[in-house]
């Protein structure tokens, strides 16, 4: 039976993860096409899944009532969406909607949350590859929040 | 000086003396940027820019400013110029009509590597008003198409309403031989581009690290992140090329007025190699 390793493996997020780790991290995933408009996640609903985005485009927004959604970023194949499933309360913070067809994998976290708790080494990987990810989105955000561009 | 720097370009004419233009077209990019066409107003000879150069444009009874050239250098014939209109030069510049008469020296400065470039992978990596003097090396660049591995424009403004040449923009976009990726720092609902700092873009972008070469301009602080995000990616300083901005006077290094701890902007750049700059970048007091 075909299963989700092979492509959990090629994402880039888990590039060189020890095989056994991948193994563990199959067992909570699934692999679902998102159609443009579909969200993948809205704020303040409960943020028990993290994505791993294998193609398409998917738009972070926030909504306010004064202007409508604003886009914040844009994710692609290769990127991941959502970390609230990481830190308590376990909301999430943002909307999240495909922007076009998007395939992704979509993980369950309490899953994971569960497996890294059972074992220290796969929860000190995952948590370096999202502080590399979070640091990343800081250091982008700190840029945005600079306007650069302005007179 | 810089040693072993991009390469200068020399003119026998008098660099201090000023030419008359006629502006030939004048065409607002977005609100606050625009692009000025310029032809000789006198027969003469005109002396051929490379790349990266600049010239000083001149709005009599205002004053001059350095503007970098952002037309073909494959047509020698008319002066580009895209800026934006933030003092009263630029102001007055945006105002000019069709026939009116413009004051050129130039061109000046050193040129970006299209010739060192021959052979890598390019990314061409442009924050704001940053892309116009890139433009020229992108048109020699796809005008020797074969003589250059996979090409990349990494592009970023602050909102889709500021991105310049779109229609220009569109046609590249189109090539087979070209990944052009645009960001923005903001947008509404109704934008279905990127959205987020130029920096991002660079790990999308395809390329060999091991030979490839960029070139980037934008504010100083977009040409620091990008360079770390490049050689993050395992670009060497050594092909990294950044533009430099300063207040360039004469523009032949004898006023000082550019003057960047050991370099004259103005006539060692602007065009530098980015392992060559680095330490000025982070020096507050310079």
């Known amino acids: 039976m075909q299963t989700l390793e092979p492509l959990l493996a090629s994402h880039p997020f888990l590039k060189n993860l020890n095989p056994e780790h991948v193994k563990l991290l199959v ?17 303040g609903e409960d943020a028990d899944l993290f994505y791993f985005i294998r193609d398409g485009k998917v738009v972070v927004e926030i909504y306010s009532p004064e202007h409508g ?20 309360p376990y909301r999430w913070r943002f909307d999240a909607r495909a922007l076009e067809t998007t395939r992704a994998i979509v993980m369950d976290g309490k899953c994971i949350r569960q497996k890294c708790e059972n074992d ?5 990987e995952m948590m370096k590859r999202f502080a590399e990810i979070i640091a990343d989105r800081v250091e982008a955000t700190r840029l945005q929040l600079l306007d650069l561009y302005g007179k | 000086m810089v040693q072993n720097g991009p390469e200068r370009v020399h003119s ?19 609100h606050d940027t625009f692009t000025i066409e310029l032809r000789p107003a006198r027969a003469v000879e005109m ?59 130039g061109p000046f400065g050193t040129k970006w590597p299209v010739k060192e470039a021959m052979g890598r992978d390019i990314l061409i990596v442009a924050g704001g008003i940053g892309l116009p003097p890139l433009r020229p090396a992108l048109y020699h660049i796809l005008s020797h198409r074969k003589d250059y591995g996979k090409v990349s424009l990494l592009y970023g403004t602050r909102t889709p309403e500021d991105i310049l040449y779109i229609k220009e923009l569109e046609k590249w976009r189109a090539r087979l031989d070209l990944e052009v990726f645009i ?75 550019c003057q960047l701890g050991g ?20 020096k507050r007091e310079l």
């Open chain 2, 263 to 282: 370099v004259f902007v103005c006539k060692d750049g602007p065009v530098f190699r980015f392992d060559q700059m680095k330490d000025v970048f982070t």
């Open chain 1, 69 to 88: 959604p604003i886009t914040i970023q844009t994710l692609d194949g290769g990127e991941i969406l959502g970390w609230s499933w990481l830190v308590p």
């Open chain 2, 47 to 105: 002396t051929p820019f490379s790349p990266g150069q600049f010239n000083m444009l001149y709005v009599f009874g205002l004053g001059e400013i350095p503007i970098s050239i952002s037309g073909d250098p494959g047509n020698q014939e008319r002066l580009i110029h895209t800026t934006r209109a933030v003092g009263a030069v630029t102001k007055a510049m945006m105002k000019l009509k069709r026939g009116n008469m413009i004051g050129v020296r």
């Open chain 2, 183 to 257: 960001t923005v720092d903001r947008a509404k609902g109704d934008w279905r581009g990127n959205v987020g700092v130029v920096t991002t873009l660079i790990p999308k972008a395809p390329f060999d690290p091991d030979n490839a070469l960029a070139m980037v301009v934008g504010p100083e602080v977009m040409m620091r992140f990008s360079a770390l995000e490049l050689q993050k990616r395992g670009l060497t300083a050594d092909r990294i090329y950044i533009s430099m901005e300063r207040n360039m006077k004469c523009g032949v290094g004898l006023c000082g007025h």
């Open chain 1, 27 to 43: 067992g909570c995933a699934t692999n679902k096409v998102f159609n443009p408009g579909e969200f993948l996640s809205q704020e």
């Open chain 1, 120 to 124: 220290h080494s796969l929860g000190y």
């Open chain 2, 12 to 30: 026998d004419k008098d660099p201090m003396l000023t030419y008359p233009y006629y502006v030939q077209r004048l065409r607002h990019e977005t």
